[in-house]
């Protein structure tokens, strides 16, 4: 398993285009665009303050099977101290124990409380409890539409 702490952590084998392009394809209807995935690796790798945190990534014969991304929240107490963002396993790879070996890895790296967003119907979620993990809340968001934060600016 490799440990990205740093952009310079990164090879061959694992680099940020690679692992954006896996993280995509491999979580499926449960993923976000490329661009907010790059985001997030980037905000892992800061080392501005508040910022921060670190990916793991599992490979097998220099073939990337799974990925995860922990961010940094700057925060602790009300607001965990970590957000697991992605956890994706190879659809090959499915059911072999990767994916509760990158969590319980990362899980043993932070240094405080981890929260995680997982849709209600995605199978993932029997790991996550099966590791912990409670539902807590149900978390809403507000979507602001571009034009009302233009309008919003004038």
Request: glycine residues 10%; proline residues 2%.
């Amino acid at each position: 398993m490799y440990l990205i702490e740093d952009s310079k952590d990164f090879n061959e084998t694992v680099n940020k285009e690679k692992l954006v392009a896996f993280l995509h394809e491999h979580l499926g209807k449960y993923g976000d665009p490329k661009e907010d995935i790059e985001k997030s690796i980037d905000y892992a790798l800061s080392d501005e303050e508040g910022m921060g945190g670190f990916i793991l990534v599992a490979c097998k014969e220099d073939e990337i099977v799974g990925g995860l991304v922990i961010n940094n929240t700057g925060m602790g107490g009300y607001i965990p101290k970590h957000v697991l963002v992605y956890v994706a396993v190879h659809k090959e790879m499915r059911g072999k124990g990767i994916g509760g070996e990158l969590v319980n890895s990362a899980l043993e790296r932070c240094d405080g409380d981890v929260a995680l967003h997982v849709e209600y119907d995605n199978p993932a979620k029997r790991l996550y409890k099966r590791l912990g993990f409670k539902s807590k809340y149900a978390e809403m968001r507000y979507h602001k539409k571009i034009e009302t934060i233009k309008n919003d600016k004038k």
